[in-house]
């Protein structure tokens, strides 16, 4: 399916039908929480694990304060972090330790989704339904996330890592435009081009980089958050199904290209993918530094280890993904 | 040095004759923000990668909930977790979306130290002293850590990782009483219990699991946050130093043993190892699955991957380690 | 009623029997969303500005601080009040603001119901239905209090507050034990032992002092949130209606009386007086100073300002409600 | 002094020669924590009390939520509210407890300058001394204000208000530019323009509305929080002294004139007022009702009871101003 054969008034349409193609539902059994995790087990991860050439590691995440893209739409706010304890208290004398210790200490708070993410499967519903066919209301509540939080998947996310530099492939300059759709024929064109390394399958875990990033760091924020951004198309959704990854992250705040392809929607590929497929989205990952050591030599797969921090009973959570060549 | 050598009622004499012996400053430059993390590097992370046998993974994070230790001291809370959205309200149809998409969103506010974690080399001071014989003042001000904040180590912690499983060796049932002081002399015999895979070397990720976490988790949490523990003791600060460990991490809230093996004392081994040697310290780490499997097979060694969440100037971070073996 | 006339095998009966004699749904309109707020009018309010006599003020809120009595259950902790800037930061240098200036800033995280509070209208349902008669779903989202927050009511609560002492007129000591349930006819003795300045009726702002605060600071918090504590006995449902009072509140965490009166409950009276009602109930408050002064002069009537903190869809807010003599 | 006469390159200056000439350190002894508050005493409460006519009363605070001006600034939020139970889970019948009862319960994260507040004497220091001539790293740790922590005040804030409409006597349609400074002879004009009610004397809670709030309602928040706006002028200090007022409060987010009066400034107002005269200072207040109803009747005084949320060490804090007329 092409972009141009969506008919743009019917995204309720466009999902029924998408969701009946991919569906995972009951593929783990009826108890299953982990979703396309399942497809990355331990024979995967060892063979993942060989992948390591260098030794030479990459953070994908970005740094979590202040100066992040958030703007508070929806009480989404930028992490805030404040000190408890600080050395200027230690050199001042006030901490009443003994034998001159002295320390610091400190606290945050934001919105588990502020910045470098996992969606975790109770994340998006379809019609008031999520990950294999419960119940939305089942899964959760004000007290988080009952069945699906991210801490089931604590222990799994480790495997292959595969770069698909969509932006050096196909952009200007190694960037995708705002509102550009990243369709089955654009994910293609780029595995081609970067070669054997990048094949995807069964398993992996998927990383798209759009440039958007690379954009927003040069020319400020703007409307990072939410605004128009590059991002796969809506049909994609049958190659993120049929591929059969394990997770999917890009470098922009919503996976999906934005506005949406069609007149009133919000994010419709999330609606299929993460309650029908059960695939786990990465969003606001730092591809830049990676794509730039892949571009270099050649090679667009690594050991990926990205382990979301198991606050229990959470939607999302924030992630330190670390690439090893 | 034993244990029965140290003057007990002189921690502030002890800190200083260790100081004295195992500091690191200068060694990697006057620059340096990474301590002990200097030793692990990319060869180091490349051999580690091949120690991955069977590819399975575990998750050494605890969980970050209510139901965590800590109790309020010097404001340290366990993470409060709120709901912005959820799939209740999506049921309920208030959500305001377009063709039935409907989602859920979180917010959480915690110590960063408040469950499994590192502590950064902001964390201690000694006499207003931070590590690289920084002015602590000049280090961590109200605004953060401005120079060794733990986003500086966000792309290294991953390595080999080596557990010395003394509660196993050691203790009884796999567990150290509180207030055990774990010696250099225990780490050697554990070593040597444990066999080749156990040894201890330049830039290794040490994991120490005493069994304290297992009983708190058997019989509740009692004093796990502060109280007494098992821990390691002051005496192996030399070892500590001499191994060129990049990190060590234990079960315990503390790391080092308590009460301190002073009269009246507060953590006098992290008073030596952040700001002298600049070791990284793990804390609260869950090392019960992977200890159940490194005693089934006997290998004590594996793939650790351990980047810490990189807020930016924290003097700490929360972490979800994940060894691969 | 007396308490002994309950059924402590049928607090749902007891409940639905109590709503339907005290129900106020539908006394000031479909629309209304202030309940008993109703009561106290410009008139009340300005007959209550002439009870002052000395000019003599007390603050009755708690101080809201990590000394609280919570313990994390259902994740009400105590409130975290950091420093975003400090003098300790001024004086060192580190502010970079021009011509000397230098400031401190901070921030708090805490439960509404922390401390010192009002529940609003939406904070209890009787079988999911609110105040006035509404589905408590169509009143309270993830979103907060859609229609009854705590907002509605920033302007109103000023007006006469009188305060009965049962701890000093019925207790020993000036206090009543744990577990004490406070009848219409300990109310009744109170009032006659006080005097007239200590009459009840419409448009008032109750306030009962049971002493269990003043323990509490003595002996520690114990159990003071949620455990055993004196109250108002679930029989003063007719009462607490019939006064025609404005709100009531208390120095206990929970206004009635703990164990409740019923084999297995949890706040019956809550269900009665919130939802049908319509009740305002201020819990936590510290009587303790005023009460001194009341059982000094023997007048028990003030002029009281006590407005929320407005929270937009708060279902409860921290107040430092004021007497002034 | 007028804002002609300041050498706008001299801010340093400036400030001290104002503050050799305003200063009340001392006036109260040197333990005094609360500077010009000592002006507002019984008797002024009790007079204030009699100025109660109608008994009508009027919020002066703005709503705490999301939509409030604060964009980050400093990690300066608007407040994160959030729910832990909610009606739709009453309903929905998730919340375990008997007999019917269902419940909602909420958190919230914020600045405490965030919104309508109340600045602290800990607020603002000049070159490193706090009110009364104490160095400002005695003051204010990160442990917060050690010694005027807001909860000193937390009893005394009631008494006589005293609206200064300056917007609806000297401005266009009842607003003052952005950047208009308020000068001495302004708030002559204003007084003379509005009568003897309007008299500013000792011990009275001073507001003075400039119509930016109204502004910033119709045309959206813009930079209210911290950029240009009017407000008092550098030059009223000596007036701000001589009244011998007990507070001031204004409509804006900054309470002095904004771009400041200097070339290179920052809040040069506050550095006199409040650690040398003591001053408490009111900002993002709500006046347009209270407003709206004196100038119906032409009296601009009446009853205003304003305490602070006690947060302990606290050097600002959220408030619920309540005007009785």
Same mark, same amino acid.
């Given at each position: 399916m092409n972009p141009g054969d969506l008919d743009r008034t019917d995204p309720a349409g466009a999902v029924a039908a998408a969701?009946?193609?991919?569906?995972? &539902?009951?593929?783990?059994? =009826? /108890?299953? %929480?982990?979703?396309?995790?399942?497809? *990355?087990?331990a024979d995967r991860r060892r063979a993942a694990a060989a992948l390591v050439r260098t030794g030479e590691s990459y953070s994908l995440a970005q740094r979590f304060d202040m100066d992040g893209p958030q703007k508070g739409w929806r009480r989404r706010t930028n992490p805030v972090h404040t000190m408890l304890d600080t050395g200027v208290d230690a050199v001042h004398g006030d901490q009443g330790f003994p034998h001159g210790i002295g320390g610091a200490d400190d606290v945050i708070a934001m919105p588990l989704q502020c910045s470098t993410q996992w969606d975790g499967l109770g994340h998006i519903f379809?019609?008031?339904?999520? &990950?294999?066919?419960?119940? =939305? /209301?089942? %899964?959760?509540?004000?007290?988080?996330? *009952?069945?699906?939080?991210?801490?089931?998947?604590?222990?799994?996310i480790a495997g292959r890592g595969v770069l698909l530099d969509v932006g050096r492939a196909i952009g200007t300059d190694g960037e995708l435009p705002d509102g550009f759709a990243i369709t089955t024929e654009h994910l293609a064109r780029t595995i081609e081009r970067q070669?054997?390394?990048?094949?995807?399958?069964?398993?992996?875990?998927?990383?798209?980089?759009?440039g958007q990033l690379t954009r927003a760091r040069r020319d400020g924020w703007g409307d990072y958050a939410g605004g128009p951004a590059p991002g796969l198309s809506?049909?994609?959704?049958?190659?993120?199904?049929?591929?059969?990854?394990?997770?999917?992250?890009?470098?922009?705040?919503?996976?999906?290209?934005?506005?949406?392809?069609?007149d009133h929607a919000f994010q419709p590929l999330h609606q299929v993918a993460i309650p029908h497929i059960g695939l786990f989205l990465g969003e606001m990952w730092d591809l830049d530094a990676l794509a730039t050591a892949c571009a270099a030599d050649g090679v667009y797969e690594f050991f990926l280890t990205a382990g979301p921090l198991p606050v229990t009973g959470a939607v999302g959570a924030p992630v330190n993904p670390i690439a090893v060549r």
């Open positions: 969701a009946k193609r991919v569906s995972n &539902w009951g593929r783990w059994g =009826a /108890d299953d %929480v982990r979703g396309t995790m399942n497809f *990355l087990d379809d019609h008031g339904v999520a &990950w294999n066919g419960r119940p =939305a /209301d089942k %899964v959760v509540t004000s007290l988080g996330d *009952l069945v699906t939080g991210i801490e089931t998947v604590a222990d799994v070669g054997a390394s990048a094949a995807v399958g069964r398993g992996d875990l998927l990383l798209v980089r759009t809506f049909t994609t959704a049958d190659w993120l199904h049929g591929t059969e990854i394990a997770a999917i992250a890009t470098d922009t705040w919503g996976f999906e290209v934005r506005p949406n392809e069609f």
